[in-house]
């Protein structure tokens, strides 16, 4: 298993700025992923960090709007570029440990942009 | 692509009574599949999962069975609690998927005493 981390746990923030999302695991992993969570909605992954390697986009997502760090084993981050009132959403990072394909996930960040 | 169909919710049950939330999934490989339990403010966390055909996954009280046959994996309680209540999210993953998982809509259960 994991224990993630998340800074910060939520935010107001507006239009125009932007905000960087923090997430820290116990243990080195290799996979982090980063999702968003509108609203009585179920998940939609915005991209794969890898350590060491740009982090691979889903359709729809772009580096710019999100662009995503990832230094080393344990941590990531991922940025909120230009929020509009849309991005109000949490935001989720998770990892996968070991060979069972199950995901640990952290306990969010929740985003309200006015 | 690979997806999840979950039963619609929300679901509203008395405290005791028998839980089942359907869950059918389509894939292009062999996927394991899981149920992730998701309680208000919090992230999601794993409640159980079954890595092959016939396999059952189990945790508090909760159960699934792997079917490949119906390509689904309901969720079932024999009697839920208040405690219970939370969104419930059926899953996938491929392991040849670059470690992706797929999930469904969630479904909310609301038990009341």
């Known amino acids: 298993s994991a224990v993630i981390s998340q800074k910060p746990s939520r935010d107001i923030c507006q239009r125009g700025t932007s905000l960087t999302i923090q997430c820290q695991v116990d243990s080195q992993v290799t996979m982090m992923f980063w999702y968003r969570q509108q609203p009585g909605q179920s998940l939609t992954l915005i991209a794969t960090a890898n350590q060491g390697s740009e982090a691979t986009y889903e359709s729809g997502f772009v580096i710019d709007k999100f662009p995503i760090s990832r230094p080393n084993l344990t941590f990531s981050t991922l940025t909120v570029s230009n929020m509009s009132p849309e991005d109000s959403s949490i935001y989720l990072c998770?990892?996968?440990?070991?060979?069972?394909?199950?995901?640990?996930f952290g306990p969010g960040t929740r985003l309200t942009v006015t | 692509g690979d997806s999840v169909t979950q039963m619609e919710g929300p679901v509203t049950l008395s405290e005791e009574a028998f839980l089942t939330i359907n869950c059918t999934y389509t894939?292009?490989?062999?996927?394991?599949l899981f149920w992730y339990v998701q309680y208000p403010g919090e992230g999601l966390q794993l409640l159980l999962k079954?890595?092959?055909?016939?396999d059952k996954g189990s945790n508090k009280g909760f159960e699934a069975t792997y079917r490949k046959e119906t390509t689904s994996f309901h969720l079932e309680k024999g009697s839920v609690q208040v405690s219970d209540s939370a969104v419930y999210f059926c899953a996938l993953s491929i392991n040849t998927n670059a470690g992706k998982s797929t999930f469904g809509d969630g479904t909310t259960l609301t038990v009341k005493p």
């Open positions: 998770s990892v996968e440990v070991g060979q069972g394909l199950e995901q640990y």
């Open positions: 079954a890595t092959k055909a016939d």
């Open positions: 894939a292009t490989g062999y996927p394991s």
